[in-house]
T-cell receptor, first 113, second 120 residues
């Protein structure tokens, strides 16, 4: 069965410092992996997705994620945080019941001035 | 750009009322989904549909039903609202070749803005 674990429920960084949001997955086959972002009172927006092409995936707004099969990880990074990055981030793996997406519980990112 | 719209951003209903949440997508997507989002629990799939008049139960279908009479519209129905159905409801859609599993590998889902439902 597929599952996803976001290791931090809340991450706080200062503006201009790097961002690391951690995600581990479990899958019985080669999965597709996604990161979505949700700004306050908004729907979810796709940041990036991995579908077995390059292991380093670049997304929107300067975010990227690296698929590491040996570590079953798909951590999200950004070199320099911006105030507008404050939001909730969801790591997602494909392959739930009937092939649907399985969402992590989310990591809330706070950015201090 | 894909656009997914939901009929209401905020809704207040009383226990026992019948509640309809509407979702419309404008990109001719075959698959549509209803999730609920609760703090600390992430998103949980209620129902999905991969074709008109087709529906499949997700992980938490109890207390809900759905209707898909037209390809672009997917409705979530709370037959008799209860306080434990107070939540944020998110609709999503994805493009899929007819007959493939909904939300299969690599399928990006596009989300609406959500409906925050309060049941008193």
């Amino acid at each position: 069965a597929q599952s996803v674990t976001q290791l931090d429920s809340h991450v706080s960084v200062s503006e201009g410092t790097p961002v690391l949001l951690r995600c581990n997955y479990s899958s019985s086959y080669s999965p597709s992996l996604f990161w979505y972002v949700q700004h306050p009172n908004k729907g979810l927006q796709l940041l990036l997705k991995y579908t077995s092409a390059a292991t380093l995936v670049k997304g929107i707004n300067g975010f990227e994620a690296e698929f590491k099969k040996s570590e079953t990880s798909f951590h999200l990074t950004k070199p320099s945080a911006h105030m507008s990055d404050a939001a909730e981030y969801f790591c997602v793996v494909s392959g739930g019941s009937q092939g649907n997406l399985i969402f992590g519980k989310g990591t809330k990112l706070s950015v201090k001035p | 750009d894909v656009k997914v719209t939901q009929s209401s951003r905020y809704l207040v209903k009383r226990t026992g009322e019948k509640v309809f949440l509407e979702c419309v997508q404008d990109m001719d997507h075959e698959n549509m989904f209803w999730y609920r989002q609760d703090p600390g629990l992430g998103l949980r799939l209620i129902y999905f549909s991969y074709d008109v008049k087709m529906k499949e139960k997700g992980d938490i279908p109890e207390g809900y039903s759905v209707s898909r009479e037209k390809k672009e519209r997917f409705s979530l129905i709370l037959e008799s609202a209860s306080t434990n159905q107070t939540s944020m409801y998110l609709c999503a859609s994805s493009l899929s070749v007819r007959g493939r599993l909904a939300g299969g590998p690599g399928e990006t889902q596009y989300f609406g803005p959500g409906t925050r439902l309060l049941v008193l």
